[in-house]
């Protein structure tokens, strides 16, 4: 995400936040405010709450302490959350793997996502990209899907088949006159 495009996000949650209606009660915030951020410090999500937490902080008025509690599939984060006081003094970055993806990995979850969370608004959108590794046949999306619908055991042929065209294994990998054992190309 560009540096304009996201201070131009935490400039709109800031006049939400200093927005006349936002402000029911007199007196808030009186206290910091939590946001918990279910994955650990310095990836993209930590790093976009800090940046909005500090664009807060002035119209507020108020410190916004960033609490990273990853774990679980982010379930450990989402369940501080759920069980918090209805005060609105903790928030929490929630992505689709937390409200969509895991009631169907976790048989239960200490948290209903539909009941536990009420949605505010979107910070932001991260793309994402399918990768593979470079001596992998799949070149493109189509082509990756093609592979995928091969039968299993084609699947594992053509990629033994292509890492054994490379030099024979040292015995030792340990040994000085032993040559580095060649990477798997096409």
């Known amino acids: 995400m560009h540096r304009r495009t996201l201070l131009?996000?935490?400039a709109a949650v800031a006049?939400?936040?200093?927005?006349?209606?936002?402000?029911?009660?007199a007196d808030y915030p009186n206290q910091p405010i939590?946001?918990?951020?279910?994955?650990?410090?310095?990836?993209?999500?930590?790093?976009?709450?800090?940046?909005?937490?500090e664009a807060l902080r002035v119209p507020l008025g108020q410190q916004i302490v960033v609490d990273n509690r990853p774990g679980a599939s982010t379930n450990i984060g989402?369940?501080?959350?759920?069980t918090a006081k209805a005060d609105g003094y903790t928030l929490m970055s929630a992505?689709?793997?937390?409200?969509?993806y895991n009631e169907h990995l976790f048989s239960k979850l200490p948290f209903s996502p539909e009941k536990d969370f009420t949605y505010v608004g979107g910070l932001s959108r991260f793309p994402l990209a399918l990768v593979v590794h470079p001596g992998f046949e799949a070149r493109t999306f189509q082509e990756?899907?093609?592979?995928?619908?091969?039968p299993a055991t084609a699947r594992r042929t053509t990629w033994r088949w292509r890492c054994?065209?490379?030099?024979p294994r040292p015995s030792s990998p340990t040994s000085p006159t032993a040559?580095?054992?060649?990477?798997?190309?096409?």
């Open 8 to 10: 131009g996000h935490a």
């Open 15 to 25: 006049a939400l936040a200093a927005h006349p209606f936002a402000r029911a009660q």
């Open 34 to 53: 939590r946001w918990v951020v279910p994955y650990p410090a310095g990836g993209g999500t930590d790093v976009l709450a800090r940046t909005v937490a």
């Open 78 to 82: 989402a369940q501080l959350v759920a």
């Open 95 to 100: 992505d689709n793997a937390l409200l969509a």
């Open 144 to 150: 990756f899907i093609a592979y995928a619908h091969r």
């Open 164 to 167: 054994s065209r490379t030099a």
């Open 179 to 186: 040559a580095p054992r060649p990477r798997c190309r096409t």
